[in-house]
């Protein structure tokens, strides 16, 4: 089933009054769309939407940890985003090495640690060497995880995880038998990591894209026909008040 909320006008203040400070989700989840949509409607060229876009991860991450989700996945570029002009990729690529550049002391003073999953074997040296060292420097940080999925598709993730767990197959170092959940969990890009209790996916569209496929069996969905450059600690705030008024129930009654 799926929710379209509006945007209700407000202020983080009064929501922040809804919020139930005993029930964060501890994995929050977004697909952060509507980039392109946003610098159209403004005579934009599409990289100006994803530097807007990068004001609106500030926004969020910063929310984030004052609010004390554990951890906090983003989707940045997708296995199939490679098919977008060169120059748009390269842009974002930048982006990115501009945003870590720009914002690592401020994450590593909020005790972010900053972890990226998906296949870097891919991505541009210079950016591969600004992740390395940007997870480097928050290693031992304990607040909010955060993750960007950069080149990550879910299905390439569970293609990888199979090639692994086929490898200690034929090396012997487990039976067929000891492939389990667990086995598959351990060995995909989160290992380690709860499953999103909540994905959030502005701008309209209703569908996961490829996003945490095996991680999302039971994560709520919530999406919003804000485009992401829009979004703000307040629409954070609502999708988290709407999450509160769920019943988990797992399969269970
Ligand atoms: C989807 O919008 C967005 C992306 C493919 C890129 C997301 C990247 C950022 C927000 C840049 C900064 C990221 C970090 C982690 C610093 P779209 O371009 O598909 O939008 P459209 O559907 O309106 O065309």
């Given amino acids: 089933m799926s929710f379209i909320i509006n945007r209700k006008k407000n202020t983080a203040h009064e929501m922040g009054k809804k919020l139930d400070m005993n029930n964060i989700p501890k994995h929050v989840a977004i697909i952060m769309d509507g980039n392109g949509r946003w610098a159209k409607k403004r005579g934009f060229i599409r990289t100006l939407g994803h530097r807007a876009g990068m004001e609106a991860v500030k926004r969020v991450v910063r929310a984030s940890c004052e609010i004390g989700i554990k951890y906090l996945t983003l989707y940045a570029f997708s ?62 940080n304990k607040g909010l995880t955060l ?54 996916r502005p701008s309209g569209e209703l569908r996961i894209s490829n996003f945490m496929l095996w991680q999302s069996a039971y994560s709520e969905l919530w999406f919003s026909d804000i485009l992401w450059p829009d979004f703000d600690k307040n629409h954070l705030l609502e999708a988290i008040i709407d999450y509160q008024k769920r019943n988990r129930r797992f399969g269970g009654i």
Avoid: H
């Fill in 147 to 200: 993750n960007i999925a950069l080149n990550y598709g879910g299905r390439n993730e569970i293609v990888n995880a199979v090639k692994k767990i086929g490898k200690s197959l034929l090396d012997g170092k487990i039976k067929l038998n000891d492939i389990d959940e667990q086995i598959i969990a351990d060995n995909l890009y989160t290992a380690g990591q709860p499953d999103p209790d909540l994905i959030i």
């Fill in 79 to 140: 296995t199939e985003n490679w098919k977008r002009p060169a120059e748009e990729v390269n842009g974002l690529m930048d982006l990115l090495i501009e945003y870590l550049g720009r914002e690592i002391n401020e994450l590593n003073e909020n005790d972010v640690k900053l972890n990226f999953i998906g296949d870097l074997s891919k991505i541009p040296e210079k950016c591969k060497i600004k992740i390395k060292e940007s997870e480097e420097i928050t290693k031992n």
